[in-house]
């Protein structure tokens, strides 16, 4: 564990990760709620797909990149932008980083919930999500508020990453219609819960199968709120007399392009990305 040596400020930056490009949704919510921060982005596209391997694996690769952050970037708090890595690593972050603001993300099962008019609700995740006992247990809590329709998709999240357009169709066919039938009709599904990051930049191929008229939810908003609250609490939120949007530093430990590509195409961001080995 490296230990952050001077006390973190206001102007320094705010860490974010996930296994790879899935977390731009994140950091887009990101910049939109707190345009007067920078950020540091890390994709760890070389070590994914996190939801298709084991917690160690997980756990190991989220706290190398939070070393990371605080030993290179000094960060003043960190966005876990992956519910597969806040289901399997948040814990033990919040024990080996205590002081540092910290948010993770996980499946919007709660909001879906109370939003659902059929109480029937559809969830994309990652195998490792869904198995994990954070997700049994907000899954247990739930109980008998709605019924949650449970859909893990394998390889759906490594598509997105290669940006496979034949693949992402196949799979996304594939899981929707195995969740049954969707819209308003008694039992079917009327609320679809996106519980991994990748799943938002896929909407538009989702809405082919499940229609227009099913609530999509995914966390991006909530967390970025949550980050500005525990900002404002520590007194760490940034002047807002900086510069607006200040620009983006992205680190990949896949290929630069792959992550570039995925700026360019979701954020609109022409960027420099730079490569990293941790
Ligand atoms: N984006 C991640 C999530 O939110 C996981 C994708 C992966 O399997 O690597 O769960």
Redesign the pocket.
């Known amino acids: 564990m490296v230990v952050a040596t001077a006390k973190p400020s206001a102007s320094h930056p705010i860490g974010v990760f996930?296994?790879?490009v899935?977390?731009l949704s994140v950091l887009r919510a990101l910049r939109a709620e707190l345009p007067h921060e920078q950020f540091v982005y890390v994709a760890d596209s070389g070590n994914?797909?996190?939801?298709?391997r084991d917690d160690d694996h997980v756990t190991a690769r989220s706290h190398a990149i939070t070393d990371y952050l605080l030993g290179h970037h000094q960060i003043k708090a960190l966005v876990v932008a992956?519910?597969?890595a806040t289901a399997a690593a948040i814990k033990t972050l919040r024990a080996a980083y205590p002081t540092i603001p910290l948010v993770g993300i996980e499946p919007a099962l709660k909001p879906a919930a109370a939003a659902s008019q059929t109480k029937t609700v559809g969830v994309m995740?990652?195998r490792g999500?869904m198995q994990s006992e954070k997700f049994q247990a907000l899954l247990a809590s739930l109980h008998g508020q709605a019924t949650f329709v449970l859909q893990p998709c394998d390889g759906l999240?490594i598509a997105i990453e290669h940006n496979d357009a034949i693949k992402i169709e196949a799979l996304c066919a594939e899981y929707t219609r195995a969740m049954g039938q969707f819209g308003l009709n008694s039992g079917a599904v009327d609320t679809l819960v996106l519980g991994?990051?990748?799943y938002p930049f896929v909407e538009p191929v989702l809405r082919q199968s499940i229609g227009e008229h099913v609530t999509l939810l995914e966390g991006g908003a909530p967390v970025a709120r949550q980050t500005r609250r525990l900002l404002e609490a520590a007194g760490l939120l940034a002047s807002q007399e900086s510069a607006p949007t200040a620009p983006t530093r992205f680190y990949t430990t896949g290929q630069v392009n792959d992550l570039r590509d995925a700026a360019a195409r979701w954020l609109q961001l022409d960027t420099e990305v730079s490569a990293l080995a941790v």
């Open positions: 996930d296994s790879g899935g977390g994914a797909p996190y939801g298709e992956c519910n597969t995740a990652t999500t999240a991994c990051t990748h």
